[in-house]
C-alpha cells in the first residue's frame, strides 16, 4: 500500500525567507509525487510533479520541490515567501508499478502554511 | 475550457435524504474520481471510474454511489445521508495512468443536520 506523510500541521515563515514544506512517502514500486495546493474556499491546484529524471522539479508561482530516493522525500521549497503563498499544501503519491491501482492518489493530510509579512 | 465542473457548490441535507453531486468534465479524460475531504485527514477516495460504464471502490464508499454513463459525467449519490457523510467534496479527472496531472473541481461543502 502506498501512503504519505506531511510530518509538519503548520508552518509559519516570515515573508521574504525561504520556505519549505516537508514530504515522505512510501511505495511498493515507483512513484509519481505530486503537490497541490488549497485556498480558503477552493479547490486543489496543481503546482509540480516528479515523474522520473532531474531530482529537482521546479513548478508553478516560483515553487520547486526535490526528489530524494534513498530518504523518500519530495519536500516542497521556495527561496523567498510571500504573504500570497498562504494555503494548505497536500502532498501526493502514485505507485506507477501497480496496475490499475496506479490511478489512485494516495494524499497527505496536509500542511497549514503561513507567511506572516 | 470549463474543466471540471462540480454542482452544487453548497448544500445542507437532513439526515436520511438522498442527493446527488453532479460532476462534468470538458477535457475527453478517461479516468475520474471523487475524494471527500475531512480536517486532519486530508483527501480520501471514494470511487473511481477508468472509462464510460466501468466504475470501482476507493478507501471510503460505503454510504455513496456512482456511475458512469458517459466520459463527461460521474455523479456521486448519497443514498441515505449520514452526520458522518459531512464534509468536502471533490471531483477529479485525469487523461489517463502514468504521470499524468489530476485536475480537481472547486469542491462540494455538504452539511447532513
Known amino acids: 500500500a502506498q501512503s504519505v506523510a506531511q510530518p509538519e500541521d503548520q508552518v509559519n515563515v516570515a515573508e521574504g525567507n525561504p520556505l519549505t514544506v516537508k514530504c515522505t512517502y512510501s511505495v511498493s514500486g515507483n512513484p509519481y509525487l505530486f503537490w497541490y495546493v488549497q485556498y480558503p474556499n477552493r479547490g486543489l491546484q496543481f503546482l509540480l510533479k516528479y515523474i522520473t529524471g532531474d531530482n529537482l522539479v521546479k513548478g508553478s508561482y516560483g515553487f520547486e520541490a526535490e526528489f530524494n530516493k534513498s530518504q523518500t522525500s519530495f519536500h516542497l521549497k521556495k527561496p523567498s515567501a510571500l504573504v500570497s503563498d498562504s494555503a494548505l499544501y497536500f502532498c501526493?503519491?502514485?505507485?506507477w508499478g501497480s496496475g490499475a491501482g496506479s490511478y489512485q492518489l494516495t494524499f497527505g493530510k496536509g500542511t497549514k502554511l503561513s507567511v506572516i509579512p | 475550457n470549463a474543466g471540471v465542473t462540480q454542482t452544487p457548490k453548497f448544500q445542507v441535507l437532513k439526515t436520511g435524504q438522498s442527493m446527488t453531486l453532479q460532476c462534468a468534465q470538458d477535457m475527453n479524460h478517461e479516468y475520474m474520481s471523487w475524494y471527500r475531504q475531512d480536517p486532519g485527514m486530508g483527501l480520501r477516495l471514494i470511487h473511481y471510474s477508468v472509462g464510460a460504464g466501468i466504475t470501482d471502490q476507493g478507501e471510503v464508499p460505503n454510504g455513496y454511489n456512482v456511475s458512469r454513463s458517459t466520459t463527461e459525467d460521474f455523479p456521486l449519490r448519497l443514498l441515505s445521508a449520514a452526520p458522518s457523510q459531512t464534509s468536502v467534496y471533490f471531483c477529479?479527472?485525469?487523461?489517463?495512468?502514468?504521470?499524468?496531472?489530476?485536475?480537481f473541481g472547486e469542491g462540494s461543502w455538504l452539511t447532513v443536520v
Open positions: 477529479a479527472s485525469t487523461p489517463g495512468l502514468s504521470g499524468n496531472t489530476i485536475y
Open positions: 501526493a503519491v502514485r505507485d
